[in-house]
């Protein structure tokens, strides 16, 4: 008897093959959804009946020969920040409690079209103003391995729920590193395009020049599939013809480079261990690692601080003034910290960010990559305001942010991806990096990153691959 | 104006609208303001780097980050 798909593209080939139907995967993840989310907290909102609805319509297309693509009859959730027509759009605030939006947010429409079933939308930090989760009107979201933890954020929601087999992939949002550290926390794939080439409009905004969408799943492959399907191309999505031919990196050894000044400098002990053994692996499989510099990498917070609050700010300010007690507290207050921000000292980090893309760039040049860590620390316990690293008690916020708000302020394409596991078999994750404009380029690099990751190793080494942490 | 003087209004304004507990943020955030301000790589109208031309933006403390 076959395993059960764990992926996308294993789903898709099923699907297709009719070895199993979209109404029984989708009927297997509802049954999840109403086992564990009254522990997870993961979704906000589950649209059931419309949910095995759309899973008929695809087996029945499916039957009739008319197989849309990889995503046909695929179940999806969404971050709440994701209009969805005839539904709330809640954020996750109370602020946003009347609000049903009128139509689908394009990226929703796209998913639609390709036949993905929308099985609900996820909890997140509200209004992604956080990384733990922990500050939503409809409680934290958990983590799947340790519920006293947080999943990250802000997308939390959307990687508990892939975690923990209630839907295949999640669609999440990322201004500072929103999909790229849940991913990392919960033993995922987390994919922040460049900057601009997916569509954010119908997403609530957090920073509309930080904000980017993108896909949290279980393999470097499944994120192809939706980053094509959002962008309304082809090249990753005729999975039935023999798998993503594009998608493998040509067979010249992987040159990738390690910023390890500024991002490497404040890690978790197990962190580091766990991604310097992640480097070895590599160096095994062939891939040659260098030492790079990005030389004012340690202005990138306040750079990033700077736009982050301002835009928010902008977006806030008249609800913050007209039902303030409708945000939970600790968001209001930062998003009032951004109403004082003068706009010299916006338009400073403005030039700012021009510096940090140039450096980027640059530490780019000649390599297929950086290569770095996605996530100073394990997934934190909820409620801890700080963490010790090297003697010192850090702020969580701030340093989960840390090894990812750079690729916001400077829009290069970014990929997490599990590469190990600490003692208590929490998910550790690293982070590549690709040139401006090219994430089909990264994605090719990413695969080929996570094909050295999942080779046989010897048993005492802890990695386990995407999707099969359960 | 300079940081400093930009936090003493700030403080004042937040107590003004009963947000006093913004007080720590905002200092949190002037000492990521501060060091906006210094970076080398700013422009300024004499010509000088930002590290010389404004001294009194400087507000001394540990680094600068409060992330989101």
Known sequence: MAAEPQTIRELSRALKARQTTAEAVVDGCLQRIAERNPTLNAFITVFGDDAREQAHDADREIAAGRHRGPLHGVPISLKDLFDVRGAVTTAASRVRQSHVADRDATAVAMLRQAGAVIVGKTNLHEFALGTTNEESAFGPARHPLDPSRSPGGSSGGSAAAVADGMCFASIGSDTGGSIRIPAAACGLVGLKPTYGELPTDGVVPLSPTLDHIGPICRSVEDAAIIYDTLRGDRRFLDVARGGHADAAHDSRPLRLAIPRHYFLSTLDAQVAAGFETACERLRESGATLTDVSVPHAGDIAAIYLHIVLSEAAAYHATSLERRPEDYTPNVRLRLEMGRYILGEDYARALRGRELIRREIDAALEGVDGLFLPALAIPAPKIGVPTVRIGGADEPVRNIMLRCTQAFNVSGHPAVALPCGATTEALPIGAQIVGPYGDTTGLLRVAAAVEAAFTAPVAASETYRGPGRSR | ?68
């Open chain 2, 1 to 68: 104006m300079t940081v400093k003087a930009w936090l003493e209004m700030a403080i004042h304004d937040a107590e003004r609208r009963g947000l006093p507990e913004l007080k720590p943020l905002l200092e949190a955030l002037a000492k990521a303001t501060s060091a906006l301000r210094t970076a080398e790589w700013n422009a300024d109208a004499t010509g000088e780097s930002a590290s010389d031309a404004d001294p009194g933006s400087r507000i001394p403390g540990p680094g600068p980050e409060y992330g989101r």
